[in-house]
T-cell receptor
Framework: GAGVSQSPSNKVTEKGKDVELRCDPI?????LYWYRQRLGQGLEFLIY????????KSGLPSDRFSAERTGESVSTLTIQRTQQEDSAVYLC??????????????FGSGTRLTVV | DQQVKQNSPSLSVQEGRISILNCDYT??????FLWYKKYPAEGPTFLIS?????DKNEDGRFTVFLNKSAKHLSLHIVPSQPGDSAVYFC????????????FGAGTILRVKS
């Protein structure tokens, strides 16, 4: 597609429920990243996929968070047993080359998750 | 542990004047710095970057200055336009972090016409 597509754009869920967020990267982009932005804070790195390499999961805040990516296509971020502190905008980004050093990513519009 | 700090939550500037957005960092290993711009309900978009081997990079109305000794960078927008009103994020990258960017909390810029 022309840009990075994320769905849903908004999600309200009850505390304790599981949610699944989807990201469609730009076609041909080998690298995919998940970030989140909680209210009043900067973008917080969650996880990074590069081709068929093992993902860098160092930013996942707890074992309730997991993400998958099939090849160089769609990625899903799953949050189990959601808590109120999980409320944030979850942003997906992709880049044409794994080494973005200075080139930047292309972000999607994000999924706004609200846990009530 | 905020390694990238944008200490001004907001900035208001008159149209046509200069906007200066500031960013400080603590990790001396950072060697690439980027600025992103974000409109409401949209994802951040890449604006301009600078390598640590340079002290200035210019792209049209946008110029980024880097002062490595002070661990400080700034984004200058001249002349400011109402369409520049957005949230601006500073981000940094280091070899030790691979391809991850470390972001600041952002500064809301309002350009008044």
């Amino acid at each position: 597609g022309a840009g990075v597509s994320q769905s849903p754009s908004n999600k309200v869920t009850e505390k304790g429920k599981d949610v699944e967020l989807r990201c469609d990267p730009i076609s041909g982009h080998t690298a995919l990243y998940w970030y989140r932005q909680r209210l009043g804070q900067g973008l917080e790195f969650l996880i990074y996929f590069q081709g068929n390499s093992a993902p860098d999961k160092s930013g996942l805040p707890s074992d309730r968070f997991s993400a998958e990516r099939t090849g160089e296509s769609v990625s899903t971020l799953t949050i189990q047993r959601t808590q109120q502190e999980d409320s944030a905008v979850y942003l997906c980004a992709s880049s044409q080359r794994g080494g973005i050093r200075g080139y930047g990513y292309t972000f999607g519009s994000g999924t706004r998750l609200t846990v009530v | 542990d905020q390694q990238v700090k944008q200490n001004s939550p907001s900035l208001s500037v008159q149209e046509g004047r200069i906007s200066i957005l500031n960013c400080d960092y603590t990790n001396s290993m950072f060697d690439y710095f980027l600025w992103y711009k974000k409109y409401p309900a949209e994802g951040p978009t890449f604006l301009i970057s600078i390598s640590s081997i340079k002290d200035k990079n210019e792209d049209g109305r946008f110029t980024v200055f880097l002062n490595k000794s002070a661990k400080h960078l700034s984004l200058h927008i001249v002349p400011s336009q109402p369409g520049d009103s957005a949230v601006y994020f500073c981000a940094a990258s280091a070899q030790e972090y691979g391809n991850k960017l470390v972001f600041g909390a952002g500064t809301i810029l309002r350009v008044k016409s």
